[in-house]
């Protein structure tokens, strides 16, 4: 009996040590049940993104309607009844600048409008202009001699041939469970995007290419939106520096990959080509500082801790920003007024921070950091860092942290569109796995699954992340981000889904929520150390 008993008492045991660790993580269910009721029934996640959208439009940082943005997002704040709501300057950043009118059209050897989009930081035309077309493509500056003194009063038709080829696939993706099982498998040393060098090389040669074509006075440049776009979807971004003293001097539009590839073709037949082009923009130099919109709602018995949620409030230009970031913005904001209309008192204060200067490199968001949380030392010797923040920028030294950033528990953030969420990227923070596990289980009937181990970048979380701060971007699906709205003319309201949004404003308000009533802030994980800084080569 007693062997037996001995037996049944060590079963026991081993019972309870097998039970996930998620279990031990209180959930507040009436209150989830609370906030899902609210963001399902009554939200106005909609109404902030037809007044974000709609009314305002673009927001490219430095124009007048990031100003409007600013504005009206701290003014919506105010009006939900949070605190201290105010924009924040940093800087300085540069020149604004904002496009006012755009026509295009071939006028030989037949008459047709065009789809173009003025390049950002890029100037008008002065007026009318017609010209002959050129065909220029250069791989490397050495490239550039074979047109010298051949294109003065051309208009140069830029790059490597547009390759168009049939839509055989709907753009429009979720992710299924193989899709989410690999999100969900770590990937240690694996770094994604384009390398710091190439990155380097590709600013370089452009800078080359604005020189060399203000030196030959070519009337102006044209280049295609990018490989397989089509459709008429046009993806365009900048065409010259932001930077006081660096505005490149020659007027730059992005073409529909049809019509561009239409042009590039009667050349290489060599057909004349003449086209009338007619571009307004206005450059703004009288404020060189930018804004972040920042509100809380104040903590109770812990109010000294924060948990802060944000998005990037910045867009491109040929949009009007609305998967990218504005469904960010409005699900924060959204989330902000669940928890205000529900009267929640949260134990630690919660702050939202909307963010500017995301699309030339976090650097809003980097800026605030830096101001409250800590910062690497500047890399001033460095032309391309001088003036910059450098938190992403682990050659500048050490972070030195403030007292402030003890007092941070996590960042929330959104930036990947429209689509649901299905999880999180943990960023290597091994210690919040279970409790996110805890915190997710609510949501499986809403396709919430996925917690992964891996780093995610590109989002303003890695300013936060930077200095210690854990700091989280959500996984979500991309419907039709990548191939349709990513800094693309398509990138408007009518993309946005209601329900996704509604159902990540559901899960952010949660999500932030626990943070803020959770006895312990939520573990941490080492700060990155330095890199040494490296040799500049030739490119």
Known sequence: MKKRFAAY???????LFAVPSWSQEKVDLETITRIRYEGF???????FATGLMDSIGERLTGSPNMKRANEWTRDQLTAMGLSNAHLEAWGPFGRGWANQYVNARM???DITPLIVYAKAWTPGTNGVVTGKCVRVNVEDKKDFEKYRRKL?????????????????EAPFKRESDDDLAKIGEYEPGIEHGVPPAEIR????????????????????VIDHSRQNSGG??????????????????????TMALEQWARIARLLQQKKDVTLELNVVNNFYDDDPMQYDTIAEIPGTDKKDEVVMLGAHLDSWHAGTGATDNGAGTIVM???MRILKALDIKPRRTIRIGLWSGEEQGLLGSQYYVEQHFGSRPHMDDDPDMKGQPTLLRRQAGPVTVKPEQAKVSAYFNVDNGTGKIRGVYLQENESVAPIFEAWMKPFKDLGMTTLTMRNTGGTDHQSFDAV???????????????????????DVYDRLLPEDLKQISVIVTSFVYETAMREQMLPRKPIEKPLPREEKKDE
Request: hydrophobic share 40%; charged share 20%; with cysteine.
């Open 41 to 47: 029934h009554n939200s106005k996640v909609m109404d």
């Open 9 to 15: 008492v060590c079963s026991v045991v081993i019972v």
């Open 468 to 490: 210690g701060i854990p700091a989280f971007q959500f996984i979500q699906d991309p419907i039709e981000y990548e191939t349709r709205t990513h800094h693309s003319n398509m």
């Open 333 to 335: 904001m959204e989330a």
């Open 152 to 168: 003065a009063g051309m208009i140069v038709i830029f790059g490597p041939d547009g390759d168009v080829k049939p839509i055989t």
């Open 107 to 109: 006028t030989s050897p």
């Open 232 to 253: 008429g979807t046009v993806f365009v971004q900048s065409g010259g520096s932001y930077k006081i003293g660096e505005t490149t001097t020659v007027p730059q539009l």
């Open 201 to 220: 090389k590709r600013r370089q040669l452009m800078k080359d290419a604005n020189q060399f074509f203000a030196e030959e006075k070519v009337l102006a």
